[in-house]
């Protein structure tokens, strides 16, 4: 599985972005997706993710509320609307796949890796 993340860049505080992230080289409704972040310097925090068909859902702490992680398996991609931003939420996000339908916050998990797309949030 090959993962291709976009949609990155630089916002305002209490703005909005959508990250997009594309999969290709098989069958793309196999398993769990998510996203994660990371810090320079800092460990990768996981920020959500979703389950093979899209019903469940589930979010680390610190985005709850703020961010929705969506799918469209005939689309091959999976989506994470930010909104209410914080320059806390500044790093570098990555998309994960696994090819497992059970959700995990665990990156160990997650085998295939987009190459992140970075988000700034000025304050």
């Known amino acids: 599985v090959q993962l291709q993340a976009c949609g990155g860049g630089l916002v305002q505080a209490g703005g909005s972005l959508r990250l997009s992230c594309a999969a290709s080289?098989?069958?793309?409704?196999?398993?769990?997706m998510g996203w994660f972040r990371q810090v320079p310097g800092k460990e990768r925090e996981f920020v959500a993710a979703?389950?093979?068909?899209?019903?469940?859902?589930y979010y680390g702490n610190s985005v709850k509320g703020r961010f929705t992680i969506s799918r469209d398996n005939a689309k091959n991609a999976v989506h994470l609307q930010m909104n209410s931003l914080k320059a806390e939420d500044t790093a570098i996000y990555y998309c994960?796949?696994?090819?497992?339908?059970?959700?995990?916050?665990?990156?160990?998990?997650?085998?295939?890796w987009g190459q992140g797309t970075e988000v700034t949030v000025s304050s």
């Open positions: 979703i389950s093979r068909g899209g019903v469940t859902t």
């Open positions: 994960a796949a696994k090819d497992t339908g059970y959700i995990t916050t665990t990156e160990v998990r997650y085998p295939y």
């Open positions: 080289g098989r069958t793309f409704s196999t398993g769990t």
